[in-house]
């Protein structure tokens, strides 16, 4: 950590035992203008981050810090395309896939707009052809079902954007989804499906990812049993960046589909990853959807950093990490149809961010990516709420709700929305012993059991929240929804200076698990060698399947 940066943590520090003597209430109560001055709009999205323990000089506090950081200068090389994946010697340069700008980018130095928009075309044509039935399996019928083959990034960001926008997939067309190595997802899945009708598109950058190759082998296989070997290449496409290996596992050339090094696993629903989500929602669905990340782009790059939401999402959530001591970070969507959303930050917030060394391989002087987990609500509020209420830890919440349903319901919508608002105005209030008792005495109870109870209806309160509030839920607006949680992620990571955009932390696990695979299927290889623990567990298991 540089002497500035540490300086900015140390005057935050200061800050915070300041103003821990002040409520939310109370900066509500001292100024009536607040909710006008800390939010932001962006179009018809309203980030509402009124409902935190900061005032003025904690964002003040907060900017500088930014800037001794260098989110500013970091944030030009992001967009410049330098080789800020400096692990792995690669730029990051996902929003080149959404660039709907006259500015160029480059990735290292090199233009990559011509090869960008010529594999967004060939996406766009594979998909209107499935999506009119030009394109058909090999018995002639048209495709009804798609499933996307992939894990990770190569399935959460379709996979979350397809029951996201369901209201504005083709009807008749279903999506389906599977990435885990566990055979019963892939069972499932086929279990209704009829190879005849159905599309399968293996998804993976590397094209070695142990999951997804089991799966594509094994959907190769029931194609070819049920259809033939020669029906297979009508029946699967493929997107990687390893051309040479998808070729190899039989998939016709003019349905592989490319990305490049500089995408991210985990930032590449914008790429041909999004091939599944285009065929459902269609090209100019798609393009709305990129749209909507290139919006978030711009306002990145050209919003002074005190307007600018992933820069104050980032700055909000550091502040309650590393100054608050807070471990986890809750979203929670207002919207059914955002059930994966959650899912998705997991990876790309604590894929990213989830280091203990520098960009340089030293140890990290804060903590760094905090839990993030959520579930949407209401349901939520009858599950964990219990905890963000009354737990004795502090778990700051991001609030997600559209003003308007996709759906014909406007009660329920209503109902959603009441729900939403209440609960964070319920975390921010809370309620008094005083005033629960003072409740509880209303009732009618007499006051030695109003004492007694009072104690367990006490809410402390000053739990912190933001609201992310958009006119209704578009491709565009997922767009947007995604580009700002990606920037947020980045802003905090150049504040940590970690690299957010290499994953070693996965590779242990897939090692150990190459040595163990043979020694579990094969019942008499010798356990000589593995800790007393997986050499009883395997022993274990070879009992219970003897
Ligand atoms: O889990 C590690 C990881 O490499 C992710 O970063 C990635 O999104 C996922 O595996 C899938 O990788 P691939 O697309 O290469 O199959």
């Not at 499935?130 to 992939?150: C, H, K, M, P, S």
């Not at 005033?435 to 059991?449: D, K, P």
Request: aromatic fraction near 8%; charge should be negative.
């Amino acid at each position: 950590m540089t002497q500035t940066v540490a300086a900015a943590m140390a005057a935050l520090e200061a800050h915070r035992v300041e103003i821990s003597q002040h409520g939310i209430a109370d900066f509500f109560a001292g100024d009536p203008d607040r909710f006008a001055r800390y939010h932001v709009e962006l179009d018809d999205l309203l980030f509402d981050y009124s409902k935190h323990r900061a005032n003025d000089a904690t964002l003040a506090h907060l900017l500088t810090l930014a800037r001794v950081a260098g989110v500013e200068e970091a944030r030009e090389r992001l967009f410049a395309g330098d080789l800020v994946n400096n692990t792995e010697g690669r730029p990051a340069l996902h929003m080149a896939l959404r660039n709907f700008s006259d500015t160029p980018m480059q990735a290292d130095g090199v233009d990559v707009t011509a090869q960008v928009l010529a594999e967004r075309a060939r996406v766009f044509a594979f998909a209107k052809a499935v999506r009119e039935g030009a394109l058909r399996g090999a018995t002639g019928q048209a495709f009804t079902d798609v499933v996307n083959i992939g894990i990770g990034g190569s399935d959460l960001g379709p996979a979350m954007a397809a029951r996201a926008l369901s209201p504005f997939g083709k009807p008749g067309l279903r999506m389906h989804f599977v990435a885990n190595v566990d055979g019963a997802d892939l069972a499932d899945t086929m279990m209704d499906l009829d190879p005849a009708r159905t599309l399968f598109i293996v998804c993976s950058k590397t094209f070695t990812t142990q999951e997804t190759m089991a799966n594509a082998s094994a959907a190769r296989a029931m194609v070819a049993g049920a259809l033939g070997e020669d029906a297979v290449g009508d029946h699967f496409a493929a997107v990687s960046t390893r051309l040479d290996l998808v070729a190899k596992f039989g998939i016709k050339p003019d349905r592989i589909f490319a990305m490049w090094d500089w995408v991210g696993g985990r930032y590449s629903v914008w790429s041909s990853i999004g091939l599944s989500l285009a065929i459902f929602i269609g090209p100019d669905g798609f393009e709305s959807f990129l749209r909507g990340g290139h919006d978030v782009d711009r306002h990145f790059q050209d919003a002074p950093l005190q307007d600018n939401i992933p820069v104050l999402m980032g700055l909000l959530g550091v502040w309650y990490r590393n100054v608050w001591g807070c471990q986890a970070q809750a979203v929670i969507p207002y919207d059914q149809r955002l059930g994966r959303f959650p899912a998705y930050l997991q990876q790309l917030d604590m894929e990213s961010n989830g280091k203990s060394v520098t960009r340089t391989g030293e140890s990290v002087a804060l903590g760094t990516a905090p839990v993030i987990w959520g579930e949407p609500g209401t349901n939520g509020q009858h599950a964990f709420f219990q905890m963000l209420h009354q737990g004795t830890d502090v778990i700051p919440v991001d609030f997600l709700v559209a003003a308007q349903p996709t759906h014909a319901d406007p009660h329920h919508h209503a109902l959603l929305v009441a729900n939403c608002f209440a609960q964070s105005e319920a975390l921010m209030r809370g309620r008094s012993l005083a005033e629960a008792e003072a409740g509880l005495l209303a009732q009618g109870m007499e006051a030695e059991a109003a004492a007694a109870l009072a104690p367990h209806k006490r809410f402390p309160g000053d739990r912190p929240s933001s609201t992310f509030l958009y006119r209704a839920l578009t491709p565009r607006q997922l767009g947007r929804l995604i580009a700002l949680y990606e920037h947020k992620v980045f802003v905090q990571s150049v504040i940590w200076d970690i690299n957010p955009f290499d994953q070693w932390g996965v590779e242990l696990g897939k090692e150990l698990c190459n040595r163990l695979a043979p020694i579990v299927s094969e019942r008499n290889a010798s356990l000589e060698g593995l800790d007393g623990s997986t050499a009883g567990l395997i022993g274990w298991r070879r009992g219970l399947t003897g």
